[in-house]
């Protein structure tokens, strides 16, 4: 079945940098869009980030445009976030999530990785 | 952006009864050629990542059980949960995923009375 499975949160200081990564299983990731979306703590969701299978396309939400990028490795079935210049109001889980479209995005989330919390603080 | 709205933002209700959530968007999230409503409702449990109840406002994903529907079009939306139960007791959240940003709404939380 499909797994989604976040890494490499944790406490950083506001302006540093931070890269997660969401290693998937169980389907043709190649194949798929997949999108980065995020929760503050007792709060709503934020989508944050897409990018299309292939790498063919990326978007971003226009708070961390600029600061993030979103890129994947399909020899290795894993996406990536890279985090800089980090600001107190981007402490939150961050979810990896897959597009429901399959080869052709759709943007509605069908399945959804456990998540990583980031929390910016000095 | 599209600015997602719900109402209640929480509601109580009998095991057994019907739950009524309500979705309205800024704007439409009706793609007129092809007629279809660019809207998902998600189920969050406490400690959980949201899971998929339904897209395309009504079209209810594989799985989900047969009491969860939803409706409407346009910019007003509805999550009905036709005979609640101790399982069901979550956060609801509904997204537009009509042109990006995408959005979702601040969540329904769902109670038992």
């Known amino acids: 079945q499909v797994h989604l499975v976040e890494s490499g949160g944790g406490v950083v200081q506001p302006g540093r940098s931070l890269r997660l990564s969401c290693a998937a299983s169980?389907?043709?990731?190649?194949?798929?869009?997949i999108h980065w979306v995020r929760q503050a703590p007792g709060k709503g969701l934020e989508w944050v980030a897409v990018?299309?299978?292939?790498?063919?396309?990326?978007d971003y939400t226009d708070s961390v445009k600029g600061r993030f990028t979103i890129s994947r490795d399909d020899s290795k079935n894993t996406l990536y976030l890279q985090m800089n210049n980090l600001r107190a109001e981007d402490t939150a889980v961050y979810y990896c999530?897959?597009?429901?479209?399959?080869?052709?995005?759709?943007?509605?989330?069908?399945?959804w990785g456990q998540g990583t919390l980031v929390t910016v603080s000095s | 952006d599209i600015v997602m709205t719900q109402s209640p933002d929480s509601l109580a209700v009998s095991l057994g009864e019907r739950a009524t959530i309500n979705c309205k968007s800024s704007q439409s999230v009706l793609y007129s050629s092809s007629n279809r409503n660019y809207l998902a409702w998600y189920q969050q449990k406490p400690g959980q990542p949201p899971n998929l109840l339904i897209y395309w406002a009504s079209t209810r994903e594989s799985g989900v059980p047969d009491r969860f529907s939803g409706s409407g079009s346009g910019t007003n939306f509805t999550l009905y949960i036709s005979s609640l139960q101790a399982e069901d007791v979550a956060v609801y959240f509904c997204?537009?995923?009509?042109?990006?940003?995408?959005?979702f709404g601040p969540g329904t939380k769902v109670d038992i009375k």
């Open positions: 169980g389907f043709t990731f190649s194949s798929y869009t």
């Open positions: 990018i299309w299978d292939h790498g063919s396309n990326r």
């Open positions: 999530t897959r597009d429901g479209g399959g080869s052709y995005p759709l943007y509605y989330f069908d399945f």
């Open positions: 997204q537009q995923y009509y042109t990006t940003p995408l959005t």
